[in-house]
């Protein structure tokens, strides 16, 4: 199904700051030894959920390897958790905010407890909260001393301490980092035959790939030709933890070569983020099966069929919109395109009115369902109050 409004990309990377007294989220531990579990999952919005018990009760839960764990306020509330310190947390598009941070007792994966995990705590209001129905997120933190793998053709999760229980060839590994405070699964990948590029694999990014400014700029400075630029824009489709992303110049690239282990990736494509970090999201359970040895720091991938891998390019429109308030507006545009402004507000797509749908609803449901369109027409209210419909084109 065809996206167009749900592309604002609901992101979720927290990542601490890189002072030597900082709190380290890696801290609890499993109740039992030689676990395995196979835990269900369903996908929302380019989300993974699962259900979880906490307090006794089940609660659904994003999983998100790009986080750490995170409780809504009134959980928190609920369990009596305390607050045993605040510091500054930067969602993924380098936004910074105060976060409070708690110890939870006691959370229950499938049959396995985990005991005096560190968590933030998540608004009630977050549109995450509010949009996906969910209690928090489970981040990489909570499993420091164990094996995950993501099975999407089957959507389940296997969450184990041991590797040898997993249908998983030893060579399909590959040395994995942490971003120590949170166990964040850092991977190298190969950009050229012979160049390396360090990510995120964040499952709280439905995407592919997203490829930082810094990154970016490294590579230009190489003169490594990795990149191919294929449009420029400016503007902001995408939300983190503490809102909008800031509006930036933006870079749509082509990504000739993109290993992953043993597999390699072609024509691939990819936009510029204001991070620090580049990260590899959701759509690479597309085409294979992950495994994270996060005890071992590793990270295996099985690719469903062998040879290289041809990705299905994600539709790119030369306007792309994003939220002001419970609004839909034009959040960035490609190329020279001057019919339309950065937060004109778009009325109906395709004569789908807009203002009649919640705006959890266009986060989550598709609103273009005809995948070889090139192009659709939206209905716009500028600054000044006119009204007018422009055709837009797929890039």
């Known amino acids: 199904m065809l996206r167009y409004s749900v592309l604002l990309a609901l992101c979720l990377c927290m990542y601490t700051g890189m002072a030597q007294d900082v709190f380290s989220f890696t801290q609890g531990k ?30 659904r839960f994003i999983w998100d390897t790009g986080a750490t764990v995170l409780l809504t306020e009134s959980l928190a509330k609920e369990l009596g958790c305390k607050v045993i310190q605040s ?77 040898k229980r997993l249908d998983m060839p030893k060579q399909r590994g590959i040395k994995m980092l942490h ?9 190298p990948v190969k950009v050229a035959e012979n160049m390396v590029l ?23 400075a190489a003169d490594s030709g ?8 400016h503007g902001s489709n995408s939300v983190g933890l503490w809102g909008n992303a800031p509006k930036m110049d933006k870079l749509l690239l082509g990504v000739p070569y993109f290993g992953v282990g043993t597999s390699v990736f072609k024509n691939v494509s990819t936009e510029t983020m204001n991070n620090d970090n580049s990260r590899m999201g959701l759509g690479l ?40 308030g419970d609004k839909l507006v034009i959040g960035l545009i490609w190329g020279d395109f001057k019919e339309v402004a950065i937060g004109d507000e778009i009325l109906e797509v395709n004569g789908i009115k807009i203002t009649e749908k919640d705006p959890c609803q266009l986060l989550i449901e598709s609103l273009v369902s005809d995948e070889d369109a090139d192009q659709m027409d939206l209905l716009i209210r500028t600054a000044s109050g006119e009204e007018k419909t422009v055709v837009i084109r797929a890039i």
Request: some cysteine; hydrophobic content about 35%; overall charge negative.
């Open 30 to 59: 499993p109740e039992q030894k030689r676990y395995y579990e196979e835990i269900p999952y369903e996908k929302v919005g380019g989300k993974i959920i699962v259900t979880v018990e906490i307090g006794g009760k089940p609660r």
């Open 179 to 187: 971003r120590s405070q949170q166990s964040s699964p850092i991977i």
């Open 87 to 163: 510091m500054p947390l930067y969602d993924a598009y380098n936004q910074v905010d105060t976060a409070k941070i708690i110890r939870v007792d006691k959370i229950k994966i499938g049959g396995t407890s985990f005991h005096g995990v560190p968590a933030g705590i998540l608004s009630d209001h977050s549109i995450f909260a509010v949009c996906f129905g969910v209690d928090g997120f489970i981040g990489s933190n909570i499993c420091w001393k164990s094996v995950v793998e993501f099975r999407d053709d089957e959507q389940k999760i296997i969450l184990t301490d041991r590797l």
């Open 285 to 324: 359970l597309d085409y294979g099966r992950v495994v994270i040895d996060y005890s071992r720091s590793r990270f295996y991938f099985m690719p469903f069929t062998e040879g290289e891998i041809e990705v299905k390019p994600e539709k790119i429109w030369e306007v792309m919109p994003t939220f002001m």
């Open 226 to 233: 990795v990149f191919r630029i294929k449009e420029v824009g």
């Open 198 to 220: 360090e990510l995120l694999f964040d499952t709280g990014d439905g995407g592919f790939l997203q490829i930082s400014e810094r990154n970016y700029n490294q590579f230009i």
